[in-house]
C-alpha cells in the first residue's frame, strides 16, 4: 500500500476533531428524525430529568440506534484496517471477503434454532466471520494469493453464504425479523439489550487488536523482517485476523449486513493521519467509521421523512462508487509499472 506521510502537526489535531465529529453526529442522531427534539430536551431526557412523549423517544428508540450506529461504524472500520494490513490488500474489507457474509449465516441459524438465546449471537457471528475470512485466505494461498484472487474469492464465498442465508429463513422464516434490513444493513428498533452483548465482544477485541499495533507495524515491514526479529508472522497474522473476526461479527449481530465501512474508514483514515503508525490508525479508522455510519444513518432518516430508508442503503451509494474508483486506481498502477 502506498506510503503516506502526514505532517506532524496535521497529525496532532486528526483525533480530536474526529472524536467531536462523532460526538456531533451522535447529538444530531439524538435531536433529528421524523419528529425534530430541541437538544435540552434530549439533555434532560438523559439526564433521566424528562418525562412524556421526548423522553420515549430518546430513551427507548434513538438511544439505542445511536448507540449501535457508533458501535457498528467503529468495529467494522477497526476489522477493516486491520484486514487491509494484515493481507496487504487495500482492496480487502469485511463485506468484500465474506466476513460479513460469514457472520450473517451464523447468526440466521443462531436465531433459527435457538431463538431464545440472544447473548450467544455475537458468539456465532464470530464463528462465522471467522470462518469466512479463513476460507478466502485459504482459496487465496493456493492459488497465489494475488490482491484480485482474494476480492474475487471473498465474492464467491459471499454469494455462497448469502445463499445459505436465503435457505435458512425459507425454513425459518420468522428467524431474522426485519430481513430486509439485515440484508442491506440497518439499525432501526434496536434495543439496548441487543446491542449490549456485542459490545462486550468488540470493546475486548479493540483493545486487544490496539495492542498489538506495534507488531503489526512489524508485520507491515515483511515475513522476514518480522522472523528476523523473533516475531511469529503466520501465528500473529491468525491472531489479527481472529480480532478483525470478532469485530466485524458483533457488528453484524446486531446491524446487519453492512457494507463498505471497513473499506471507506480506513482508506479515509490514511489520508488523513498517515499509516507510519497501526495505533494511530486503527484509532483514527474507528472514530471516523462511527461518524461515517451515524451521519449517514441521520440522511436515511432525515431525507425522504417520513419514510426512512436503512443505513446500508446509503452506504452501499456512497460505497459502490468509491470500490469501482479502487479498482480503476489499481489497475492504473499496474500499467504504470508495467511500462
Known amino acids: 500500500m502506498k506510503d503516506l506521510r502526514i505532517s506532524s502537526t496535521r497529525i496532532k489535531y486528526v483525533l480530536p476533531a474526529l472524536a467531536a465529529l462523532a460526538v456531533l453526529s451522535a447529538l444530531l ?17 438523559l439526564l433521566g ?10 430513551l427507548y428508540a434513538r438511544l439505542p440506534r445511536t448507540c449501535g450506529c457508533l458501535l457498528a461504524g467503529a468495529a467494522l472500520a477497526a476489522a477493516g484496517t486491520v484486514i487491509q494490513g494484515v493481507l496487504e490488500n ?19 441459524v443462531c436465531a433459527a ?17 471467522l470462518g469466512g475470512v479463513l476460507l478466502v485466505l485459504g482459496i487465496g ?10 476480492v474475487l ?39 439496548m439489550s441487543r446491542v449490549a452483548p456485542a459490545f462486550w465482544v468488540i470493546l475486548p477485541a479493540f483493545l486487544l487488536a490496539l495492542s498489538l499495533a506495534g507488531e503489526m507495524d512489524v508485520l507491515l515491514l515483511g515475513d522476514e523482517t518480522a522472523r528476523s526479529l523473533g516475531l511469529p508472522a503466520r501465528r500473529l497474522r491468525l491472531v489479527l485476523l481472529a480480532l478483525a473476526a470478532a469485530l466485524a461479527g458483533a457488528a453484524v449481530s446486531f446491524a446487519g449486513l453492512l457494507g463498505f465501512v471497513g473499506l471507506i474508514a480506513p482508506h479515509m483514515a490514511r ?6 503508525s497501526s495505533a494511530r490508525l486503527l484509532l483514527t479508522s474507528a472514530l471516523g467509521g462511527a461518524a461515517l455510519v451515524t451521519l449517514c444513518d441521520i440522511l436515511a432518516r432525515t431525507l425522504f421523512a417520513p419514510y426512512e430508508l436503512p443505513v446500508g442503503v446509503v452506504l452501499s451509494l456512497l460505497g459502490g462508487p468509491f470500490f469501482l474508483w479502487l479498482l480503476l486506481r489499481q489497475r492504473r498502477g499496474r500499467r504504470r509499472k508495467r511500462a
Open 271 to 276: 489520508r488523513l493521519a498517515g499509516e507510519d
Open 113 to 129: 434454532l435457538w431463538p431464545a438465546r440472544a447473548a450467544a449471537v455475537p458468539l456465532a457471528a464470530f464463528l462465522g466471520a
Open 29 to 45: 442522531s439524538l435531536c433529528l428524525g421524523a419528529a425534530a427534539l430541541p437538544p435540552g430536551e434530549v439533555l434532560a431526557a
Open 153 to 191: 474469492a471473498g465474492v464467491a464465498v459471499s454469494g455462497m453464504f448469502g445463499a445459505g442465508i436465503d435457505a435458512v429463513l425459507s425454513f425459518f422464516p420468522d428467524a431474522l425479523n426485519g430481513y430486509a434490513d439485515f440484508r442491506v444493513g440497518g439499525v432501526a428498533n434496536l434495543s
Open 90 to 108: 487495500p482492496l480487502a474489507a469485511p463485506n468484500v471477503i465474506g466476513v460479513n457474509a460469514g457472520a450473517g449465516l451464523c447468526t440466521a
Open 141 to 150: 494461498y493456493r492459488t497465489g494469493a494475488s490482491r484480485m484472487t482474494l
Open 49 to 58: 430529568r424528562g418525562g412524556g412523549t421526548a423522553a420515549q423517544i430518546v
